[in-house]
């Protein structure tokens, strides 16, 4: 079935994409990052905060990652044109320090959280970056989870996520999950287990104790490469927080991210650690799936509700000027070119 957006590696919807880890650009360094098919020179002002612009420079063409930061703009090594953070060219030794603010490259928006820098695939953000929806207004704990690549699209991972009937199947979970989806607005959608544990056998009677309703399993979708589950009992929600970006080839690269309310700093690192392990449990199960699968939903059945729901909510969404499907050959970053 062709989709407008759902599993193509050709477009890109409008959204915040994970680009690099925060330690990953120290202040007064510029790095040259390919995200999501655009090439970007990503660098961090004298002041701290952390930039993004169009890789090449519009004098003529020079990456401007081959520069350096100059204050709390970017400086072409070519012949030395310097940029702000809007893109509007500061400076041209050439023209006694002239500006030339009618000549600009392109600029993105940036945010930092959890750890991370984000880059928005549009002029203008929508929306912030992900949260639970539970920890929407809290302080909040992270800590950086581990990152890994899959062989399929990131947005085959997300229905990975809220397939119900496959927690049976793979993952041995004694209650049939029924996962109802809310569309909160056309770029976030919700879905939340509506079963309770059931009751037949002792055990479950002891896990099903800690639920004064539905088992707690709710996922919170957003751009349909960044996703949040909340899981745990009543008395302790566990969250984390799913990055994800596609390759050019449209597989996935992830980055996982732990987040908790925060309390102290040894309680924090506690819990923290406590939801690595509850992510890690979940994750294994799937990694056979993933090499191998070459997603295709011709016949949906009932339990396949959420998955439908899900791929039509992303399908409707805002198409970014990204994407793979470029007539140039990509031009080597000057990493690769050292």
Not at 158 to 183: C, K, Q, W, Y
Not at 193 to 202: C, D, F, H, L
Not at 290 to 311: E, Q, Y
Request: charge should be positive.
């Amino acid at each position: 079935m062709s989709h407008r957006l759902f599993n193509r590696a050709d477009r890109v919807a409008e959204g915040w994409y994970w680009a690099l880890r925060s330690s990953e650009l120290p202040k007064g360094k510029v790095r040259a990052v390919t995200l999501l098919g655009k090439e970007l020179s990503v660098y961090r002002g004298e002041d701290g905060r952390v930039s993004a612009l169009d890789a090449h420079c519009p004098h003529m063409g020079a990456h401007l990652a081959e520069g350096r930061v100059d204050d709390n703009g970017l400086r072409c090594f070519f012949h030395g044109w310097k940029f702000g953070r809007d893109g509007r060219c500061a400076e041209v030794p050439a023209l006694a320090g002239r500006a030339m603010p009618q000549v600009r490259t392109g600029s993105w928006p940036v945010e930092e959280r959890y750890g991370m820098i984000w880059v928005w695939t549009g002029p203008q953000p929508r929306k912030a970056v992900p949260c639970p929806p539970e920890l929407e207004g809290q302080e909040i704990a992270h800590a950086l989870g581990g990152r890994f690549e899959k062989a399929c699209h990131p947005n085959v991972v997300m229905v990975n996520a809220i397939d119900a009937h496959h927690f049976n199947t793979v993952h041995r979970l004694p209650v049939r999950l029924v996962m109802e989806p809310d569309e909160i607005d056309g770029s976030n959608i919700r879905f939340a287990n509506a079963t309770r544990v059931p009751g037949e056998k002792r055990w479950q009677r002891a896990i099903g104790s800690f639920y004064a309703g539905a088992l707690t399993y709710a996922m919170s979708y957003w751009w349909g490469s960044n996703g949040t589950v909340t899981l745990g009992p009543d008395f302790l929600h566990f969250y984390i927080l799913f990055a994800l970006r596609a390759t050019p080839d449209g597989r996935t690269e992830g980055q996982t991210i732990l987040l908790t309310k925060k309390r102290s700093p040894i309680v924090d690192k506690v819990l923290l650690f406590a939801t690595k392990l509850v992510g890690d449990y979940f994750a294994d199960g799937d990694t056979r799936i993933f090499r191998t699968i070459k997603f295709d939903l011709k016949n949906p059945i009932a339990p396949d509700h959420a998955i439908v729901r899900f791929i039509q909510h992303f399908d409707r969404q805002k198409i970014a000027d990204w994407g793979f499907s470029r007539p140039e050959a990509p031009t080597p970053s000057p990493q690769e070119a050292a």
